[in-house]
């Protein structure tokens, strides 16, 4: 069983699409599961609303219908939550809350901060809601996060990739996903070259002492970037070593919202082939 995870939140965002189906809220109830945790779903919907003084009242009605459908569809998704949790014995609150993009931002991220983990499904677009999310609990919520992209619907944390260039960043990231370190069968500890100067960092070889004395078996490896792309090479890798998750600290480079991931993190958030583990 994981240890020291006992409080899991998923986010799920209804924005239309009856159809969508989260990987983030079956992976998180998985994990949940394997870590005897409880669970928050917080399956909300964006409220839409009309801001024109002059917007006749037909226009009012049809916006007042989708929010009662995004709203119905946000509740059908909670309660669906709290079954398949008691299905596997799982303590779950699940909240479906409407709220418009600011408020649901800033509630999310304050619900984050008294749980120990929180799961969101992948948006590889960047305007998009559940993007804003992923950004806001990153960069406010002092809590790791793990981003799920569609497909992956079972936890599994055998085999974990972790990314390190000797940085805070990164030390936070590892330091964060211990819990699932110690029970991997494999971590390797990847270091890529040809972006920055890791000569001053401490080494992967450095860190590995550390890791063992936590009852971590690990390999480190130092490879040069792909045609520059760090973000590639990782993903290469993680398909070499058959990764289940990558592991990762967060960049931001700018407070602006559309500017602020640094590039290897925007790159991996557009395209992971495994879900990615979090901190900033």
């Given at each position: 069983?994981?240890?020291?995870i ?5 986010g799920?965002t209804e924005?239309?699409d009856a159809e969508e189906?989260?990987s983030a809220?079956?992976?998180g109830?998985?994990l949940?599961?394997e870590?005897?945790a409880?669970?928050t779903v917080?399956a909300?919907?964006?409220k839409?609303?009309?801001t024109h003084?002059f917007?006749s009242?037909?226009a009012?009605?049809?916006v007042a ?11 059908a998704?909670a ?9 596997s014995?799982?303590a779950c609150t ?7 993009y ?5 509630s ?5 901060r008294?749980?120990?983990?929180t ?6 677009i ?7 999310l992923?950004?806001?609990?990153l960069t ?7 981003v799920?992209?569609?497909g ?5 944390g055998?085999r ?5 260039d000797?940085s805070a960043?990164a030390?936070?990231a ?5 819990p699932?370190?110690?029970e991997?069968s494999?971590?390797?500890l990847?270091?890529v070259t040809?972006?920055?100067d ?11 002492p550390?890791?063992?004395?936590h009852g971590i078996?690990v390999?480190e490896?130092?490879l040069?970037?792909?045609d520059g792309?760090?973000a590639?090479?990782l ?8 990764a ?14 559309q500017?602020m ?5 925007r790159s991996?958030?557009?395209?992971c082939p495994?879900?990615?583990?979090l901190?900033?």
């Amino acid at each position: 069983m994981l240890q020291n995870i006992h409080s899991i939140l998923i986010g799920v965002t209804e924005e239309g699409d009856a159809e969508e189906r989260s990987s983030a809220l079956a992976y998180g109830l998985s994990l949940a599961k394997e870590a005897g945790a409880h669970v928050t779903v917080q399956a909300a919907s964006l409220k839409l609303t009309l801001t024109h003084a002059f917007i006749s009242n037909i226009a009012e009605e049809l916006v007042a219908a989708e929010n009662r459908r995004l709203d119905a569809l946000a509740h059908a998704a909670a309660d669906a939550s709290r079954q398949v949790a008691a299905a596997s014995g799982l303590a779950c609150t699940a909240q479906a809350p409407q709220l418009a993009y600011p408020d649901l931002v800033k509630s999310f991220t304050a619900l984050a901060r008294a749980h120990d983990l929180t799961v969101l499904d992948a948006e590889p677009i960047s305007l998009a809601v559940d993007r804003g999310l992923i950004e806001a609990v990153l960069t406010d919520s002092g809590r790791p996060l793990i981003v799920v992209p569609q497909g992956h619907e079972v936890f599994a944390g055998d085999r974990i990739l972790v990314a390190w260039d000797g940085s805070a960043k990164a030390a936070r990231a590892l330091n964060d996903v211990l819990p699932l370190l110690r029970e991997a069968s494999h971590v390797e500890l990847v270091s890529v070259t040809g972006e920055k100067d890791l000569a001053p960092a401490v080494s992967g070889a450095d860190l590995a002492p550390h890791l063992t004395r936590h009852g971590i078996k690990v390999g480190e490896l130092t490879l040069p970037a792909l045609d520059g792309d760090v973000a590639e090479t990782l993903r290469h890798h993680a398909g070499l070593i058959r990764a289940d998750m990558i592991v990762m600290g967060a960049y931001v480079h700018s407070r602006l919202r559309q500017m602020m991931l640094g590039g290897t993190t925007r790159s991996l958030l557009k395209n992971c082939p495994v879900p990615l583990f979090l901190s900033y």
